[in-house]
């Protein structure tokens, strides 16, 4: 069987790959291992609760994932919010609202009200003196986020600002993150103004909201993306597969062809790797070597999530506002995020009422746990673990006799990690592929954390625009 285009793997990356080929007219196959398309953007079900179970929110900053669901026709699911909520930040320092107009975590006026009460007066002074400091302090190529911020700004700021939202967002140790991955309009502006504090008062300007709340989702649930994605594709005459595992990929004269694990063989003009790194790296291995050789290592972070259904009354002040981002090393919680998703959604809260009917005070947090490094929590018990974190952090006693119900999901490949050398790794393998024109290497590890990333990578063909993400 021949196609003009084959692509491999059904996450978002792949899918806006195989849909931006057949609006050019090509004819797509895509195949995808698991049973359905999408990847990390996924529905659960809890009873008769259908719940996020990966990405709930995309970034509204640049405004690219709103014009796509635009042209697919779903911009009527789009939802903001609740307004007025704001989240929260927990750390040794105690619970504290996140303050405004920050990027990756880092003040652009550091010795705002809201700032000051998370890092204290020293920590707030010592980040204020930030624009002072000669530029090459902490500019150097490849630093990782802990290894910059703490010598611009100190520890406080890394600890208590920066780290929970790079756990919480990321997935990642600011030890072992490259900041160039992590955030390239930092560097960027560290370039430009000599000072990281100058550079996010000019990239958020007068915008003082939290990252948190600079974010959509869709109703019911985000699942409406791929399932409009798949739907287009198909409606533009792709051809779409599921269940079916690439194991081997190779090249025969100017035809690209890839075998499956039931021993079909697919044949291309073009081909397109939307799957994680090592994989990708795997089936490039004897058809590009070079290629497969220069795609930089990123190991994948497991990622396990609690979600709860409560019958709680106190919870109907939302306490934590929209939820709350856990900095590491924070005593007596091993959770790195809290969201509280009826309090965050209006949607989800009606959701949870009509399929909670006979609770007086009926609520959906979730709570995320996977710090790089450390193991997960066993399966076994986490219940009782989410709910005295989720007491913890939310500031009221919740108990066994309040569940209304659980759902524990796993991510094993769900979030990459960008290493030192990240960034220049992908300058080169972008540098390479411009030699190889009928192959396409697509996916988070390339464009950066976030539904809005992938989107905007895509649409520049395959760029690495500036990236930040929703929290897992």
């Known amino acids: 069987m021949s196609s003009s285009v084959l692509v491999v793997g059904g996450g978002l990356a792949g899918l806006l790959a195989a849909r931006e080929h057949a609006r050019a007219g090509r004819r ?11 990847g990390a953007i996924a529905q659960t079900h809890l009873g008769r609760l259908a719940l996020n179970a990966g990405a709930e929110a995309f970034s509204i900053g640049r405004g690219a994932v709103d014009a796509l669901l635009a042209e697919l026709g779903i911009d009527g699911a789009a939802v903001s919010p609740r307004e007025g909520l704001g989240s929260r930040l927990v750390s040794a320092a105690g619970v504290h609202r996140a303050p405004g107009g920050g990027l990756l975590g880092i003040p652009g006026r550091p ?54 939202i790079v756990g919480g967002v990321h997935s990642a140790d600011p030890a072992t993150l490259e900041l ?47 399932a409009a994605l798949r739907a287009d594709l198909l409606a533009r005459g792709g051809l779409l597969r599921t269940g079916v595992e690439v194991v ?23 081909l397109v790797l939307a799957g994680p790194p090592d994989m990708t790296r795997a089936l490039l291995a004897e058809a590009a070597p070079e290629i497969a050789a220069a795609i930089p290592q ?19 002040a939302f306490p934590s506002g929209t939820g709350a981002l856990v900095a590491p090393g924070t005593p007596g919680i091993r959770a790195k995020a809290l969201t509280h998703a009826s309090a965050k959604w209006e949607h989800v809260g009606e959701q949870v009422r009509a399929a909670f009917p006979d609770a007086a005070s009926p609520h959906l947090v979730r709570l995320s746990y ?10 076994e018990g986490i219940e009782g673990l989410a709910l005295a974190d989720a007491s913890r952090i939310l500031g009221t006693e919740l108990t066994r006799e309040q569940l209304l119900g659980a759902v524990v999901i796993d991510w094993d490949r769900a979030m990459n990690q960008a290493l030192p050398g ?3 790794a992908l300058d080169h393998l972008t540098a390479l592929l411009a030699e190889e024109p009928t192959l396409h290497l697509t996916g988070s590890w390339r464009a950066g954390t976030g539904i809005d990333a992938i989107v905007r990578a895509e649409h520049h063909h395959g760029s690495h625009p500036t990236a930040e993400g929703t929290p897992a």
Do not use: K, N
């Open 298 to 316: 990123a190991p994948s972070a497991a990622v396990r999530l609690v979600a709860l259904a409560l019958d709680a009354e106190a919870l109907d």
């Open 180 to 226: 160039a991955a992590a955030s390239p309009a930092l560097v960027a502006g560290l370039a430009r103004h000599g000072s990281f504090v100058r550079a996010v008062r000019e990239i958020r300007g007068a915008d003082t909201a939290s990252a948190g709340t600079r974010v959509r989702s869709l109703a019911p649930t985000m699942a409406a993306l791929p």
């Open 422 to 424: 990240h960034r220049a």
């Open 370 to 379: 996977g710090r790089p490094g450390e193991p997960l929590p066993e399966r």
């Open 28 to 38: 797509v196959v895509l195949l995808e291992a698991a049973p359905v398309v999408g």
């Open 248 to 270: 081997e990929a190779g090249r025969t004269g100017d035809t690209w062809w890839a075998r499956t694990a039931s021993g079909e063989t697919l044949e291309a003009s073009e």
């Open 111 to 164: 010795l705002a009200a809201d700032v000051r009460a998370v890092l204290g007066t020293a920590g707030a002074l010592r980040a204020a003196l930030e624009p002072l400091l000669p530029a090459r302090i902490g500019a150097r190529p490849g630093a990782t986020v802990a290894e910059t911020v703490s010598r611009r700004l100190g520890r406080r700021v890394l600890e208590r600002l920066v780290a929970p």
